[in-house]
């Protein structure tokens, strides 16, 4: 069993960083939060971090049939 830090696990985590004022985002780690959002000037504890999930297939391609579309 290989033990982690915290920090090491926490820089290690990847995501998507979101604005909450006006829903930019970005790519990044849990521990780089943006300091200030680009497109509203929102502060740093306006985002809300949303990690990757490796076993979420519900917006796979491969599940995707045009046919259960109603134009």
């Keep these: 069993m290989v033990m982690h830090s915290k920090s090491k696990v926490r820089a290690s985590v ?8 006006c829903g930019y985002y970005r790519r990044g780690t849990l521990r780089n939060r943006p300091k200030r959002c680009p497109e509203c000037g929102a502060p740093a504890d306006s985002f809300s971090f949303w990690a990757d999930d490796e076993e ?15 134009y």
């Design 14 to 21: 990847t995501g998507e960083w979101e604005c909450d004022e």
């Design 56 to 70: 979420d297939d519900s917006w796979d391609d491969e599940y995707y049939d045009d046919d259960d579309w109603e």
